[in-house]
């Protein structure tokens, strides 16, 4: 069960992802985001101007309703297409619903849909709406656009397969009579023309049901505003140009705000302005004509749309890449910094393509997914750490820093035999502290001011020795022992110089905590450094009850009756007394950096044989050297 429960913990970060995942998509969120990000990208994205195309507005705007009234009447009409097809016009689509006709000459512009082979009428499916009556089948076509659940116009639907000769859509007709060619719309029947086609779950959409009925693809748009445009009274007024209509598409729809044929596009949410930007019907069909026309050329940038199955692998496999970096790269830090680099990467590449190829590919769910797997190993790692200092600050008796902790952690297969690090026989580094006078200074404090005095020294001392890959193996009343070279081997020469380095900066940190307790009147900090290097035996000791991590041997006794020798010689805030084998240990240019005073070979209790002492001054040494844990 405890098995179970701890892969439970384990597994719950990595759940939570999946969750959030599930939720961010089905909720529709994934989507809007998507969509956003759409946007923005057509909206920075280069577009070419109208003025390119051959393709001419007639608007009707707020001044022509002022000055013919609206519904418009059918005669005017008549003249505006006779003027049109005067100017020799290609096409006229009449982007105006006309099943009802107004004013007294109604006939007269059936007659002209029913002859001009130029005039093509719209319906409405979704509405019920038919076209001009009269009007042969050949060109008639319906002018239904496809919104998106946000109200935003994106997608336009080209052709249905499988209906009647009239059920065509507007600016497909519009460019086949223009052109007088109906090959796109046969291949587009057959199945052989290839464009990037939408779907339920294509690109950025998911379970957008409408996005994959009949062939719809993502609209390009030009410039906004950029098509050659007039009004209505212009065209009956005779001052529209003759090359502005001949030979064109011209395409009559309304244009004023009041008739609300007005549609919001990707541009709408990015352009400045007091009002919401809205294009008119009118521009949106130019906008298909002039894609069609392109497709139709070969000028068109297709572009692709990733599949469903695609976007899935997609964030599948951004899933896995996030836990594999999150897990695998070793440093948490730099575990981090990849995971964002890679995010960052993917976005980058998605906005290009989109922006440069108009390759659509769903952004919002790899990126989740590729982050947050990667916070759910970082989330699982971070406990997991805690978890393993907990059990190594068990197993040593003492705190160690997650890095050793880490280290210990993966090798514990070898290091621990029954939930205990077995003994062995490591070559390691003693540092042994003391406080010198602590008898004197303890009868001038209160406990509470004692403590925090002895407190303020240690701080001074632990992190010397942590910094450098040194362990504090225990606390000695008003000292410490700490040890260099354990639990895992280290290189003994690098360890030698790392509790030199240590006893460097407790020097330093010294001085400056005594100028602090002088300032405060407190009594001054001296203290005494024994060092030395050899084997010690190193091990769990103790039992069930309490258990801590013993470091025994000749090596330990030498840094203690170092740092009691002589008790009396003792200049200055720190006295350093370092053993022969220490010194052995260091190389010939680090020895030569250090100021010693040899005190030659002396006898120290508990050993038979003398030992050769010196003493380390540091009153012209420089600062200690960085620290490097090993």
């Given amino acids: 069960m405890k098995r179970i429960a701890q892969l439970a913990r384990g597994l719950a970060p990595y759940v939570g992802v999946l969750g959030a995942l599930v939720l961010l998509r089905s909720t529709g ?76 000459q109604q006939q007269c512009l059936r007659d002209r849909f029913r002859d001009d082979s130029t005039l093509i009428s719209i319906a409405n499916i979704a509405a019920g709406i038919g076209p001009v009556p009269e009007t042969p089948p050949e060109r008639q076509s319906y002018n239904d656009l496809t919104v998106d659940a946000d109200g935003v116009l994106r997608r336009d639907l080209l052709h249905v397969t499988g209906q009647d000769a009239a059920t065509v859509s507007f600016p497909m007709r519009v460019m086949e009579v223009a052109t007088g060619v109906t090959n796109l719309r046969e291949a587009m029947e057959n199945g052989t023309h290839h464009d990037a086609w939408l779907s339920a779950n294509g690109g950025g959409y998911f379970n957008e049901v409408d996005a994959g009925l009949g062939l719809q693809r993502l609209m390009q748009f030009h410039e906004p505003g950029s098509f050659r445009q007039f009004t209505l009274t212009e065209l009956l007024d005779g001052d529209v140009p003759s090359k502005a209509i001949a030979e064109r598409i011209v395409l009559i729809g309304s244009t004023a705000p009041s008739l609300r044929d007005l549609f919001v596009t990707p541009h709408s949410r990015f352009r400045g302005g007091t009002e919401l930007f809205q294009m008119s019907g009118v521009e949106v069909h130019a906008n298909r004509v002039a894609s069609l026309l392109a497709s139709q050329d070969g000028s068109m940038t297709i572009g692709w749309i990733m599949p469903g199955w695609g976007n899935l692998l997609l964030v599948l496999s951004c899933a896995a890449g996030g836990l594999l970096l999150g897990e695998r790269v070793p440093n948490l830090r730099r575990s981090v910094l990849t995971v964002s680099l890679a995010a960052a990467g993917l976005m980058g590449a998605l906005t290009l393509l989109l922006m440069n190829q108009h390759v659509w ?40 820093s997650p890095a050793v902790a880490q280290q210990l952690w993966n090798q514990r297969e070898e290091l621990l035999s029954d939930g ?37 020294g240690m701080a001074v001392c632990i992190p010397a020795v942590t910094r450098r890959g040194g362990m504090v193996n225990k606390f000695t009343g008003d000292g410490m022992l700490a040890v260099f070279g354990v639990p895992l081997a280290q290189d003994p020469s690098a360890e030698a110089a790392a509790a030199i380095e240590a006893a460097k900066e407790i020097n330093a940190g010294l001085k400056l905590l005594n100028n602090q307790l002088n300032d405060e009147g407190a009594p001054m900090m001296r203290m005494r450094i024994g060092i030395s290097s050899g084997d010690a035996l190193v091990g769990s000791m103790g039992s069930t009850e309490r258990i801590e991590y013993a470091v025994i041997g000749d090596t330990v006794n030498c840094a203690s009756r170092l740092e009691s020798l002589q008790k009396e010689t003792h200049v200055g805030a720190l006295r350093v007394l370092v053993s022969e084998h220490t010194l052995a240990l260091l190389s010939a240019e680090a020895r030569a950096q250090l100021q010693l005073i040899q005190w030659g070979p002396m006898q120290v209790k508990g050993r038979d044989e003398r030992i050769t002492v010196s003493e380390l001054r540091m009153d012209n040494e420089p600062a200690a050297g960085s620290a490097t844990v090993t």
């Fill in 361 to 400: 590919i769903g952004a919002t769910m790899p990126t989740t997914a590729l982050i947050g797997m990667g916070g759910a190993a970082w989330l699982r790692r971070g406990a997991l750490s805690q978890q393993h200092s907990q059990q190594i600050r068990r197993l040593l008796g003492q705190t160690t």
């Fill in 29 to 104: 969120l994934a989507q809007t985001v998507d969509l956003v990000f759409y946007d923005l990208i057509t909206y920075n994205r280069a577009a070419p101007s109208g003025t390119q195309t051959a393709i001419t507005l007639i608007g009707i705007s707020e001044s022509d309703i002022k000055r013919f009234g609206w519904p418009i009447d059918d005669a005017l009409f008549c003249q505006a297409i006779d003027t049109l097809n005067a100017l020799d016009a290609a096409a006229i689509g009449f982007d105006l619903y006309r099943d009802k006709g107004v004013g007294d």
């Fill in 420 to 456: 205990r690090f077995e003994g062995q026989q490591l070559p390691v580094t003693v540092l042994f502290t003391d406080t010198a006078g602590f008898t004197s200074v303890s009868e001038s404090l209160n406990p509470r001011q004692l403590m925090d005095w002895l407190n303020r």
